[in-house]
């Protein structure tokens, strides 16, 4: 069983930036293939980004790509959203994922663990 706790949500203003944080318990948190996604009201749980396991292989949704970094320290079981240059569409509610493989996954029925996500909101 993994835990997975996200920080890092808040409000800010169009133009800003945010770091996520999702800190995972465990002791296998380095073959754990990790991703995040994000919810606004009313829509569907969507794909933000993923990264792989151990070689740190990323993967973008079009909408973020450029504007966003994901990372991950397995020494310390966390990942990481970096987000820039904030747009108001961005504004969701943002979940980690994670489960066990060795390639990335864009899917919310790939993973087997969740967070309970941080909200995040950019005021124009």
């Known amino acids: 069983q993994v835990q997975l706790v996200e920080s890092g949500g808040g409000l800010v203003q169009a133009g800003g930036s945010l770091k996520l944080s999702c800190a995972a318990s465990?002791?296998?948190?380095?073959?754990?293939?990790m991703g995040w996604f994000r919810q606004a009201p009313g829509k569907e749980r969507d794909f933000v980004a993923a990264?792989?396991?151990?070689?740190?292989?990323?993967y973008y949704a079009q909408s973020v790509k450029g504007r966003s970094t994901i990372s991950r320290d397995n020494a310390k079981n966390t990942v990481y959203l970096q987000m820039n240059s904030l747009k108001p569409e961005d504004t969701a509610v943002y979940y980690c994922?994670?489960?066990?493989?060795?390639?990335?996954?864009?899917?919310?029925?790939?993973?087997?663990?969740w967070g309970q996500g941080t909200q995040v909101t950019v005021s124009s």
């Open positions: 994922a994670g489960r066990r493989g060795s390639s990335y996954y864009v899917s919310t029925y790939e993973y087997d663990y």
């Open positions: 465990g002791r296998t948190f380095s073959s754990y293939a």
């Open positions: 990264i792989t396991s151990s070689d740190g292989i990323t």
